[in-house]
């Protein structure tokens, strides 16, 4: 992990609210692995104070690619900074998916914004295992498609693909998840976490799961991201250092 | 580059510059060590050790606030043990004084721990955490409380004869009253100010952002409160005081130090740039070139009233 300035090159609106950050930063992209974050210093100046932390959407080349949508003062100044303007970022942080191993199809299971780790996984993915993508949402316009392989969709009001919540989509589809080798690798908010815990676990579903913690540094030092352990009694592992990704029997989701 | 003298004295403790790295904000140095060079450093502070390791608070812990951030870490913590087993050999590695902080929840507990660091060679000095606003028990009451801070400082000088320093709570009317009784029971120094106790609410679910419900304030957001119990310190006890709340940058430093402290420690900013301490020495020692400072600690409480 190291501090670098790179250059955005092109900013992008999606879909309603979704942004796409392109950076120019080959001593990045060289090191970062899918499920990696980085923390961003968005102004030089005291507002906002802390770094925010963003999974990385995917790597072209020399590239790196960050999805956000505006949740406040932070996001908003992000979406408009100058192109050609410098990103000071700190990572690359955490632990990604543990991609390889023995399995023939990649699940990949996300709600809302949790898409954004997925475009990468999918590129490293592809050609070496099957891929199957279900994306959930509250409505039309909260589901993301953007570069994913084989897509199944699930909004919670029916506006598009299938009605209801994209946990309720894999029970579906069940048949065909049990006819093969399958890993599941999930991103979302809590409840969708939740929810998917309880299947995997019902089913022996092996999955790892892409969690969310405030943090204030992203690599350790300020103690700010605690996460429950399931193996070890009383004891807290942090989001940032430890995770953020988990194979989800581990943590207290 | 020249022959500016950057040390400063803490009690029988010389550091090399006046820059410290603040408790709870390096843990025990190995992830910061890969973004400043510590052996640049004056001096690094560690994580509140408590006598057996602590689990902490359950999230959130934290939350950002206007030019600030409200943490309720809940003094998590290895415990003595495993600091001195598998914590001080990375340390032990690196040329700069390693200060430990004490956090207990009984005046036994901090004399306990004492006794047992202060045996370990690597430990330069100790700062006892009387005013973490973050646990129910000891921490904060204790920091409130003048009979209790005289007699944890008295208890503890009697375990060790390293530099002992208290760290002050600014969550008080009178903070020169607690430097002074400090001083009377053998402290060689005092830092202030820990963080101030702040809330804040969700408007929409009615809920406390963080679980805690209150939180210790720091960042710049506190940094004319720290000055101000540093002045008011500087002003009524002739204690050395390390200047601790919302340093950002060089100039920031230079200004605790007028305001009367003879060292500072660099606290929220490690979590924003960890690489910022080593650059602010190199910043301090230009200064002191540009305008013919031959010893920074001539600028120790050199306020033009």
Redo the contacts between chains.
Sequence with gaps: MFIINSPIKEILELQDHIYLLKVYSPELTSKIRPGQFLNIRVSERVFPLLRRPFSVCDVDGDHLYLMFNIMGEGTNMLAHKPIGSTLDILGPLGNGFNFEGDYDTAVIVAGGLGAAPFPFLTRMLDGKKNILTFIGGRTKSDVITYNFKNVEKASDDGSVGFKGNVVQLLEKNLEQLKSQRIKLFACGPTAMLRVLKDFCLKYEFDCEASTECAMACGFGICQGCPIESTSEKDHYLLVCKDGPVFNIKDVVI | MSKVDLSVKIGSLTLRNPITLAS????YGN??S??TDLNRLGGIVT?SLSLKPR??????????T????L?A?GL?NVGVEVFLTEKIPFLKQFDVPIICNIAASTIDEYVECTKILTTEETIKAFEINVSCPNVKEGGLSFGNDLNSVGRITEKVRAATNKPLIIKLSPNVSYIADFARVAKENGADAVSAINTLVGAAFNIFTRKPKIHNVTGGLS???IKPIAIAKVLEISRSVDIPIIGIGGI?DWRDVIEFMIAGSSAVQIG?L??????APAKIVQQLEEHCVKNGIENISSLIASYQL
């Design positions: 709870g904000t390096v843990g992830e910061i890969e973004f994580k689990k902490g608070n359950p999230p959130q812990r934290i939350v950002e206007p030019a600030g951030m943490n870490i998590a960042g710049p957001a950002m929220t490690n979590f924003i740039d960890p690489s």
